[in-house]
């Protein structure tokens, strides 16, 4: 078959199809073109199109919304006017629309529509629904509200049954409370339950046998004065008996202290009983038996002396107190291995729950480990330190070790403070006779820390590790123990804190005066104390503030008798326990009338705690002369310690000896 030829376009049908591809647009008119030639050529405009909207076959617009736009014209409200060309001449049309055939098959018929009566529901919880309450989810070109497919329709509750009303009355009874069983009853059954099986003849070849029941006990004896009780039980039930009660016996009756008058016999078993059984009493202590002390103590053994608890303030007096256990565990702990004052402080107060032996180890561990900076001190170079650099040098002077023992002990939980004054040390000269007192001023420095009782005590650890001799400029390392146990009161005797609330004196005073402690005990610049060597004393346990004359100089135009006497730091010091064994003799050096009779030995005459000599004032010797106490060490090369009196005066003269000073005395 042949195409069919294009059929012509009436003006009509232009129009309509022009009129097609300007729908949803406003209508617009075109400019009008001013005559003459322009000043300046136009540039050449290309043609402004619009795309038609989409449709569907069947002619119906699918989206009522304007198609692509140019972006100049985004928010423009008209349209852009025609081309123009350049001899101002309208674009011809564009060419016409082919024409729509016509299809010769008819459209399919749709299916019959079945009415709503012909669904049935169904007895499930998936519902049909109706097609009267349900409308279709799209809609062609409409603005109403739709309706969703799961919408309830009377229809869908159509069926459906409800759960009956709740009532109490029709729930059945429940079941009878179980009453408790009476433990009688319980325990009846279980017995019964224990009881053999009786034989029962399932057949006449089966023998029967009979179970017997266990022989009866026997019965017990009773006592008359015992009585037992038997609980009454319901008919059938087992009686149960409690245990009988234990005869109530004397401890006399035991073998123990058997005497006459106790009646040990009762009726009609025989038992023994004692006389409390009649009486309801204890029985009469036995007199008879009685220990006779006055012959047992003869012959008791009697405990040693030194084993008996002793009387004295072991524990209030520093000086006759044994610290042998903390200066000993104060020698474990090198100061080269120590990592930090912290952990230095907890191992040394470990083992010690005493404030007093802390105090002490603490006192003990600077005297091993701190040496005195003699360099510094002479050359007058002494800086500032910290406990810690102290630590790691090993050096310091008094401030070091004042410093120190505070850090260690405030690290240990010990009260200690460091207490900075004047010291009567090194380059300390008394004053001499007509000197001006000077004006207070500071040189030392030392420690007060809280012992045993709340009791604030005065220690010197600098002076307590060692000496320095300025002559030689060497330091002399010597444990002067004495610097820790000697009291507060002797302790200000060398010792002025700059703050006055420090001085913790014993005998009640407050404080003392800057001119008291500067001049001396003596009371006068020109009475100098009397010259005691500290390390003898201190090792002998001789007190240096207890020696007579207490003067250092001696006038010799006098006459009469001078008394010398010295006594122990303690009264109960006692010096094996305390100090290094045996006391040594003491003797005096003398020079005779005029000091021209040659020297002469005088021993001292002792109780054990005081040792005294009186010698004449005209055979001391002549004015400028020194004389002095002595110990004798070594009697005719032998150890001179517990050597007595009488001994000592029978060999002077017949054997050597050697010894060392304990003070001494200026003849003026």
Not at 213 to 221: D, K, Q, V
Not at 481 to 486: A, L, N, P
Request: glycine share 8%; proline share 11%.
């Amino acid at each position: 078959m042949a195409a069919e030829p294009p059929r012509p376009q009436t003006i009509h049908s232009r129009i309509a199809a022009l009129n097609l591809g300007h729908l949803g647009r406003a209508p617009t008119t075109p400019a009008p073109i001013e005559s003459g030639p322009p000043l300046h050529p136009l540039p050449l405009l290309r043609s402004q199109t619009t795309n038609l909207p989409a449709t569907l076959s069947n002619g119906h617009i699918i989206g009522d919304a304007i198609g692509n736009e140019p972006e100049s014209l985004t928010h423009s409200r008209f349209l852009p006017p025609s081309a123009i060309t350049r001899t101002c001449q309208k674009k011809p049309s564009p060419p016409a629309l082919p024409p729509r055939k016509h299809s010769s098959q008819p459209s399919p018929a749709l299916p019959p529509r079945r009415s709503s009566a012909a669904l049935h529901r169904r007895e499930s919880s998936g519902s049909i629904s109706s097609t009267i309450s349900t409308i279709s989810t799209i809609s062609v070109g409409t603005d109403g509200p739709s309706r969703t497919p799961g919408s309830r329709t009377p229809s869908t509750d159509a069926g459906r049954k409800l759960a009956p009303v709740f009532n109490p009355s029709t729930l059945p009874p429940l079941p009878p409370k179980r009453t408790p069983q009476p433990v009688d009853t319980r325990y009846r059954d279980i017995e019964r339950s224990r009881m053999g099986l009786m034989p029962t003849k399932s057949s006449p070849n089966v023998t029967t046998r009979t179970v017997e029941s266990p022989p009866t006990l026997p019965s017990r004896a009773t006592h008359h004065l015992l009585q037992t009780t038997v609980r009454k039980e319901s008919a059938g039930a087992i009686p149960l008996e409690r245990p009988p009660a234990l005869p109530a016996r004397s401890a006399l009756l035991f073998g123990m202290n058997k005497a006459e008058g106790i009646s040990t016999t009762a009726g009609g078993d025989g038992s023994t009983l004692g006389s409390e059984a009649s009486t309801g009493g204890p029985p009469p202590v036995p007199l008879s038996s009685k220990p006779d002390l006055s012959k047992l103590l003869p012959a008791k053994p009697k405990l040693a002396a030194q084993s008996q608890p002793s009387s004295l303030p072991v524990f209030s007096c520093l000086c006759c107190r044994d610290f042998s256990a903390p200066d000993n565990h104060a020698t474990k702990f090198p100061r080269e291995g120590v990592p930090s004052i912290g952990w230095l402080a907890t191992q040394l107060v470990a083992p010690f729950t005493s404030p007093t032996d802390q105090a002490r180890v603490i006192f003990a561990w600077l005297h091993h480990n701190i040496a005195y900076d003699v360099v510094a001190f002479c050359n007058h170079t002494v800086k500032p330190s910290t406990p810690a650099n102290t630590l790691a040098t090993g050096l310091a002077v008094c401030e070091g070790y004042a410093g120190l023992f505070t850090a260690i002990a405030s690290s240990a939980g010990l009260e200690s403070l460091v207490v900075g004054g004047h010291g009567k040390g090194a380059g300390f000269s008394p004053l001499q006779p007509g000197q001006p007192i000077p004006a207070e001023y500071s040189t030392h420095a030392w420690n007060v820390v809280k012992i045993d009782n709340g009791e604030w005590k005065l220690v010197d650890p600098c002076w307590g590790a060692g000496s320095v001799c300025l002559q030689d400029q060497k330091y002399n390392k010597r444990f002067a123990t004495r610097h820790f146990t000697m009291n507060n009161d002797e302790f200000g005797l060398r010792h002025f804190p700059t703050n006055k609330s420090l001085f913790h004196r014993v005998d009640g005073r407050q404080q003392i005066p800057w001119e008291e402690y500067i001049i001396g005990p003596s009371g006068s610049a020109a009475a100098m104390p009397v010259q005691v060597y500290e390390g003898v004393a201190e090792e002998e346990g001789v007190a240096e503030t207890k020696f007579s004359p207490s003067t250092y100089h001696l006038p010799v135009s006098a006459d009469g008798t001078i008394h010398f006497q010295f006594e122990k730091v303690c009264a109960h010091w006692d010096p094996i326990r305390n100090g290094p064994g045996k006391p040594y003799p003491y003797v005096m050096r003398i020079h005779n009338a005029d000091g021209r009779g040659g020297d002469e030995i005088r021993v001292f005459n002792t109780n054990g705690s005081v040792w005294w000599l009186d010698v004449e004032n005209r055979l001391l010797g002549r004015k400028g002369q020194t004389v002095g106490i002595f110990t004798i060490q070594e009697l005719g090369g032998e150890n001179a310690r517990g050597v007595s009196v009488e001994e000592c005066r029978r060999a002077m003269g017949r054997k050597g000896w050697s010894g060392g000073a304990l003070a001494a005395w200026e003849l003026v």
